[in-house]
T-cell receptor, first 114, second 112 residues
């Protein structure tokens, strides 16, 4: 079946630094990928829609300058958390959709900012 | 606009008992409905999906869900709970080409 891979699965960074999370579709091409954020014991919150070859579409309240999304190819989208702060610590999940309506998720990336 | 309501943030069942996780949706167009499971510290795994074919959908690990348009429901069931079923379960809806809208999740605990 379709597989979406995220890397790294866990990352710890110092406050003020930037960290990049990759989302890859391993066996299909995805013109659109989605990035979600999940706070502890909360549901998933859609952050942005990543479109291959164009700018991402951010949800209301999500800082586009802080959460940089790049969808450089049909199999790769990256989320860069810039100038990270402890409140950015969270679980970040990407998803992608091959043809059809089933959406597949990556394994998620735990970000801890210290 | 689409929305999902999961009744009960926490459900506890005994091992071997019936599992029933409730999901009601709101959609202005025929929806596609999904149940995902999230085990601790892991990403989301697709359990099953409804995409306008059979209303009773069978998924992995013995789970199934029935789409009831008249009740706008898509409840998840499993006849006999297993300890390994303990996880967070999310119901989600999409009209097709837009991101999923998730419910708030239901945490399932299984008691030995």
């Amino acid at each position: 079946g379709a597989v979406v891979s995220q890397h790294p699965s866990r990352v710890i960074c110092k406050s003020g630094t930037s960290v990049k999370i990759e989302c890859r579709s391993l066996d299909f091409q995805a013109t659109t990928m989605f990035w979600y954020r999940q706070f502890p014991k909360k549901s998933l919150m859609l952050m942005a829609t990543s479109n291959e070859g164009s700018k991402a579409t951010y949800e209301q309240g999500v800082e586009k300058d802080k959460f940089l999304i790049n969808h450089a190819s049909l199999t790769l989208s990256t989320l860069t958390v810039t100038s990270a702060h402890p409140e950015d610590s969270s679980f970040y999940i990407c998803s992608a959709k091959p043809s059809g309506n089933t959406i597949y998720f990556g394994e998620g990336s735990w970000l801890t900012v210290v | 606009a689409q929305s999902v309501t999961q009744l009960g943030s926490h459900v506890s069942v005994s091992e071997g008992a019936l599992v029933l996780l409730r999901c009601n949706y709101s959609s202005s167009v025929p929806p596609y409905l999904f149940w995902y499971v999230q085990y601790p510290n892991q990403g989301l795994q697709l359990l099953l999906k409804y995409t306008s074919a059979a209303t009773l959908v069978k998924g992995i690990n013995g789970f199934e869900a029935e789409f009831k348009k008249s009740e706008t429901s898509f409840h998840l069931t499993k006849p006999s709970a297993h300890m390994s079923d303990a996880a967070e379960y999310f119901c989600a809806v999409t009209p097709g080409n837009t991101p999923l809208v998730f419910g708030k999740g239901t945490r399932l605990s299984v008691i030995a």
